[in-house]
């Protein structure tokens, strides 16, 4: 068993609501799926694993209506990003393993993707007549952006550590 603490830090007062996401997120990640750590104070920990929002922006959505023939469609475009750089120490100080991850959020969903108007909750995307329905999940809120940035990079930074299963990895 290895004892890990998580701590974290913002090159912006304003990117630490989202690096406390972050970390609450990552640290349950991690520990979920690797059953020999346990969770311990910094200064006991023998492991550390640092992250620093370096860089977060969500816009508020941008709605736009096309008319083709009788057919109104509405659509709804979300755009955000997230900027994290990460370290894991030893209790030495010492970095085992450091990087840059990032994720980028552009995209554009019309309303009744999810089965309504696309402002009325979180739901997932259809793919059209024919096709399953996809894992996609569909902002509500800029709030949702937020979460579906972290979840990306925390699998990102967990796939890096060797600690997640593939499936729950998406680059786009």
Do not use: C
């Not at 009788?70 to 990003?81: C, F």
């Not at 552009?106 to 309504?116: I, R, V």
């Not at 696309?118 to 739901?123: E, I, P, R, V, Y």
């Not at 940035?149 to 729950?168: C, P």
């Amino acid at each position: 068993n290895a004892s890990i603490a998580f701590a974290g830090s913002s090159s912006n007062r304003e990117y630490t609501p989202v690096q406390e996401s972050l970390l609450a997120t990552l640290s349950t990640e991690l520990l979920k799926n690797e059953k020999t750590l346990i969770l311990a104070p910094r200064k006991e920990a023998e492991w550390v694993l640092q992250a620093e929002v370096t860089g977060y922006e969500v816009s508020q959505p941008q709605q736009r209506t096309e008319t083709s023939g009788n057919t109104t469609t509405r659509y709804i475009h979300w755009n955000g990003s997230l900027n994290v750089a990460y370290q894991v120490l030893d209790r030495a100080g010492h970095v085992h393993d450091a990087g840059n991850v990032s994720k980028n959020y552009n995209k554009e969903f019309s309303e009744g993707m999810n089965g309504g108007g696309f402002l009325g909750g979180l739901g997932k995307a259809s793919l059209g007549r024919g096709h399953k329905e996809s894992k996609e999940i569909i902002p509500a809120t800029t709030e949702d952006v937020k979460q579906i940035l972290i979840a990306d990079i925390v699998s990102q930074i967990a796939a890096n550590l060797g600690n997640t299963r593939s499936e729950e990895h998406t680059s786009e």
